[in-house]
């Protein structure tokens, strides 16, 4: 089992930056894929972002893309979204997700087996 955490949401205005992280617990010694995904007010979940376990390999949805970057830090067992440029449409519940041995460019939110709690992350314009 892989437990995941996210602090680090919050206000921020439209332009500005936030660094996301998603700190894992428990299991963490296998090969995992991580990814970011975001749920904003009434709509459905959907990809941000994902790195493979060797950080060699990165993939971001077109809304993110060139605004966002994902990385690992092995040594904190941690991952990190920043992402620059915010947008008040960027505003969700922002969620880290693992899976183990998953490859690259995983974008498919069924395809993760374990899910942090979110955090917010709100841009007012």
């Known amino acids: 089992q892989v437990q995941l955490v996210e602090p680090g949401g919050g206000l921020v205005q439209a332009g500005g930056s936030l660094r996301l992280s998603c700190a894992a617990s428990?299991?963490?010694?296998?090969?995992?894929?991580m990814g970011w995904f975001r749920q904003a007010p009434g709509k459905e979940r959907e990809f941000v972002a994902t790195?493979?376990?060797?950080?060699?390999?990165?993939y971001y949805a077109d809304s993110v893309k060139g605004r966002s970057t994902i990385s690992r830090d092995y040594t904190k067992n941690t991952v990190y979204l920043q992402m620059n440029s915010l947008k008040p449409e960027d505003t969700a519940v922002y969620y880290c997700?693992?899976?183990?041995?998953?490859?690259?460019?995983?974008?498919?939110?069924?395809?993760?087996?374990?899910w942090g709690r979110g955090t917010q992350v709100t841009v007012s314009s």
């Open positions: 428990g299991h963490t010694s296998g090969s995992y894929t």
């Open positions: 790195i493979n376990w060797s950080a060699s390999s990165t």
């Open positions: 997700a693992a899976k183990l041995y998953g490859g690259t460019w995983l974008r498919g939110e069924r395809e993760y087996d374990y």
